[in-house]
């Protein structure tokens, strides 16, 4: 059998930790290869390793049968290895063409040629409908126009295996379903893909074949065509894993949080574009009220304004009936308000600082942290080792392991222990289960109905229809700044539920 690639008893060692431990995985030409596993299983290390930006300890790669070796990601360039990773590499003040040709540049006499290139990204966009604005700066479009800039960017230098990482966990259902189309297409063009994910759906969607690991270790290859969903996550959990979430009725009882027609406008120059139009609603102690739509419309900055990240132009914003709309974010953090962010990077993590630093963001300040001025560090630690236990936090070197250092899933675990065990009275959870595996979600999923059944109120904002169907007991759904629909999940379907949010249905809330 010819196999395009083959890494073979590939070990990777990090402080502390066997990332992979002799794992071999072989590419057909022209297959979609799911790689599955949980969180810190060693997926992301192995496709790195393959791209050239780790080496391994032990082992060996070959190319169409000729062992090689992969200094850095322009030699994986040289032999046809492209790689869309999980968190975007692009630069955000450089437009989407200048990002495409980024370090493969046709220049003539000391200019740039960039006529050629958008000819060329303009005849690549429309052969593969990957529909983009060359000139729109990378800052200005949405999360999913960014992974087709970097799918592009791959397709420009004409790579031949495409390495994708977790590349559904930013995106809407809708362009999830592009994106497998698009899969689908490069592979009948002979294109071999290797595609990194938890989500058991899109394995049994789009792929041939499927290899697990667990814990570092490989578990298996499977034919995803006779593998149903559930023998695919005992071999990627080591255990049998519920698919439902049981929660008993809500019994909501005072209001928590109170928005009343709150109104934010881009703060771009020239654009006075009301992101955020005149929305009003309530959350109550003891349910789980989710905001459904399709990213861009709204969601994040209303979010950010109940969270304080930014100012709303007019309404009210009330937290147990007190107005909180001009007050600070830590004021707002110690009166009651849990925030899981959307970007874990950006406003979840001080990604530099230790596991157990991290765990103490919102409180270091407080008696039981800090005195006199001097950090408390025996309690600091104490509090991490508890709650990496209770949370199932991953990581090489326990709580001083830098949390740069870990899985974007075990990232995800240290803010959502954080944010929880502040017995918050309003847990604004947004994208909660972004980047998790099965085993993951069902134990977040657990946490916020337990937060949920302790009287605290739940703002959840998601964009995966199942989870809003699954866990909400009040579903608004926000179109274009508004919220066009106010439903209850046991109501309405998955496909009626698509309809609101496309803007194609409305009932008022």
């Known amino acids: 059998m010819d196999y395009i690639i083959e890494m073979l008893g590939i070990t990777k060692e990090f402080p502390g930790i066997i990332a992979n431990d002799n794992i071999t ?25 393959l791209f050239g930006l780790y080496q391994p300890e032990k ?22 290895i492209g790689m869309v990773h999980q968190h975007f590499k692009l630069v955000h003040n450089f437009t989407v063409l200048q ?14 040629k960039m006529e050629e290139a958008r000819k ?3 005849e690549l966009s429309e052969h593969y409908q990957l529909a983009v604005d060359p000139d729109a700066y990378v800052s200005d479009i949405s999360v999913g126009m960014q992974q087709r800039v970097e799918i592009l960017k791959m397709l420009y230098r004409e790579n031949e295996i495409l390495i994708f990482d977790e590349p559904t966990a930013v995106l809407t259902p809708q362009e999830i379903d592009e994106l497998m189309n698009i899969m689908r297409d490069l592979a009948k063009e002979g294109k071999s893909i290797l595609f990194i994910t938890h989500k058991l759906n899109e394995i049994k969607a789009v792929a041939d074949r499927c290899s697990v690991l667990r814990r570092g270790r490989y578990i298996g290859t499977v034919d995803v065509k006779f593998t149903d969903k559930e023998t695919m ?12 979430v049981d929660k008993k009725e809500a019994k909501p009882k005072e209001v928590v949080l109170d928005i009343k027609t709150v109104t934010v406008h881009s703060k771009q120059k020239g654009n006075k574009k009301a992101l955020v139009h005149d929305v009003s609603f309530v959350v109550k102690k003891g349910e789980i009220v989710s905001i459904a739509g399709i990213d861009g419309n709204g969601q994040s900055e209303l979010v950010q304004a109940i969270t304080g990240l930014i100012k709303c132009d007019s309404g009210s914003i009330k937290l147990h009936g007190e107005d909180i709309t001009k007050k600070t974010i830590r004021y707002r953090n110690i009166h009651g308000l849990s925030h899981i962010p959307e970007d874990r990077h950006k406003h979840g993590l001080v990604l530099e600082y230790t596991v157990q630093d991290n765990l103490v963001l919102q409180e270091y300040f407080t008696e039981k942290y800090q005195k006199g001025g001097f950090l408390k560090r025996d309690a600091i630690h104490e509090n991490a080792i508890k709650l990496i236990e209770q949370y199932d936090i991953r990581s090489g070197q326990g709580a001083v392991t830098t949390c740069r250092s870990m899985s974007g899933g075990n990232q995800q675990k240290v803010i959502i222990a954080r944010e929880i065990q502040r017995r918050p009275e309003l847990l604004v959870a947004v994208q ?19 937060e949920r059944d302790k009287g605290s109120g739940v703002l959840l904002v998601s964009f995966e229809l199942d989870e809003v169907m699954n866990l909400s007991d009040r579903i608004l759904v926000m179109y274009e700044g508004e919220i066009v629909a106010s439903l209850k999940p046991d109501e309405v379907t998955v496909q009626e539920l698509g309809l609101y949010m496309a803007g194609s249905k409305r009932r008022k809330a």
Do not use: Y
Not at 67 to 80: C, E, R, S, Y
Not at 434 to 446: C, K, N, P, T, Y
């Open 25 to 49: 995985l072989q590419l057909k030409k022209g297959e979609i290869h799911a790689l599955l596993g949980e969180n810190g299983a060693g997926k992301s290390t192995l496709m790195s390793v």
């Open 233 to 244: 996550s005992e071999m990627m959990v080591g255990r049998k894993v519920n698919f439902k």
């Open 120 to 122: 060329k990204v303009l």
């Open 99 to 112: 990002n495409i040709i980024l370090g493969v540049e046709t220049v003539s006499g000391g200019f740039l």
């Open 59 to 80: 082992g060996s790669i070959k190319v169409k049968g000729k062992t090689v070796k992969i200094n850095g990601p322009l030699d994986a360039n040289a032999l046809g």
């Open 432 to 450: 909660p289960t972004r980047g998790l595996d099965v085993g993951a979600i069902e134990f977040v999923h657990r946490q916020l109905i337990a």
